[in-house]
């Protein structure tokens, strides 16, 4: 059973920083892409971060290149978002999500539950 977990995410005033843990179990991340989107009210779910499957490929969102870092620990089966120069318009709820490296909601087949990142002005 796979389960991708979400945490850290939380209340944080603009200009501050946030990081985002999915410890994956079920899967090794090293065998997968893993990505982080976020889905904000009334919108479609984005993409934000991915990290293919030997971590030496990484891609970002256009809103967030510069400012968001996604990384991995192997041993830990963990993936990591550093959120720093947060803005009120990265509140959304971020999901984490393995399967393929891309861009795409459908290049993922797995999904976690979610962790919700609220930024005030």
């Known amino acids: 059973q796979v389960q991708l977990v979400e945490s850290g995410g939380g209340l944080v005033q603009a200009g501050g920083s946030l990081i985002l843990s999915c410890a994956a179990s079920?899967?090794?991340?090293?065998?997968?892409?893993m990505g982080w989107f976020r889905q904000a009210p009334g919108k479609e779910r984005e993409f934000v971060a991915a990290?293919?499957?030997?971590?030496?490929?990484?891609d970002y969102g256009d809103s967030v290149k510069g400012r968001f870092t996604i990384s991995r620990d192997t041993a830990k089966n963990t993936v990591y978002l550093q959120m720093n120069s947060l803005k009120p318009e990265d509140s959304a709820i971020y999901y984490c999500?393995?399967?393929?490296?891309?861009?795409?909601?459908?290049?993922?087949?797995?999904w976690g539950q979610g962790t919700q990142v609220t930024v005030s002005s």
């Open positions: 999500a393995a399967g393929n490296f891309g861009r795409i909601v459908s290049a993922y087949g797995y």
């Open positions: 079920g899967i090794s991340i090293s065998n997968y892409g």
């Open positions: 990290i293919n499957w030997s971590g030496r490929t990484t």
